[in-house]
């Protein structure tokens, strides 16, 4: 359903300087979840941008069934990492999930409602009429989470999204992600520096190579629905982790 074509990314007026994404190339199946490792710097939240329509790609093309993107597509929403900078603190928890839906056009009622149901959906049911700053980071992050739910996306793109909170949270939030992935049959793009999360998630684990292209790749055979602990010690997790990992150092990969 996503299709990435010779994406090629350079930032300024040059076209011969260094890109930040070259020749990267990729598809993504619907209801798939792939995430995308790769070293700092290595372009991958240029990438995303380029595929969320938000940064236009110097050559090359994304298309989203079929349709080139060429600004951000109504079935497509993103997570960032920052979600202190991504909800507005002079909104309620429930205004800030709302408000793009009533900037889509969608009427106050069916708003109302998604609002509801994307609040339940992480836990955050009796929140809604809290602001931001009264909650705690990965509270915020899930309000983050649900105004992107509440959006009814067919894709949804996350660019480090639990990069700022603590173990615990974390883990919470990504048996969350997993559990409104599959609720909402949503297809998911998560981009990751931990090598552990990219593969408890993920369908696929893209690893991306300066600049960013795919230049390692690795099914996840692991059994749904995963489980933190059990997950974890099963020995093809391990075999995976060990891959990923002297990918991301570039050495040569043990079959
Ligand atoms: N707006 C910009 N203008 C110029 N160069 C940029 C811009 N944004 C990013 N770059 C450059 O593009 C390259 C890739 O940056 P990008 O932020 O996409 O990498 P990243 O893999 O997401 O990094 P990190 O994991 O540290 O967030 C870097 O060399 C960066 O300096």
Known sequence: MLE?????????????AAPAVAD??????????????GSSGCGKTTMMRCLSGLSPATSGEVTLEGRKVDGPPKDLAFVFQDYS?????????????????RYKGVD?????????????????????????WQLSGGMQQRVAIARALAYRPRV??????????DAQTRSGLEDLLLDVWKRYEITVLFVTHDIDEAIY??????????????????????PRPRHQVETKREP?????RGELFAALEHRPVAS
């Open 85 to 101: 900078r991504s909800l507005l603190p002079w909104m309620t928890v429930r205004r800030n999930i709302s408000f793009p839906l």
């Open 24 to 37: 990267l190339n990729f598809t993504v199946a619907e209801r798939e979840f792939v995430s995308i490792l």
């Open 201 to 222: 998630l993920g369908d696929r684990v893209l690893v991306l190579r300066p600049p960013a292209n795919v230049g390692h790749e690795v099914s996840v055979g692991l």
């Open 156 to 165: 949804l793109l996350m660019d480090e999204p639990f990069a700022s909170v």
């Open 108 to 132: 106050r009622r069916a708003a109302d409602a998604a609002t509801e149901e994307a609040l339940d959906a992480v836990a955050l049911s009796g929140r809604g009429d809290r602001y931001p």
């Open 236 to 240: 093809e997790f391990g075999r995976l």
């Open 4 to 16: 990435v074509s010779n994406l090629r990314k350079v930032y300024g007026p040059d076209p011969n």
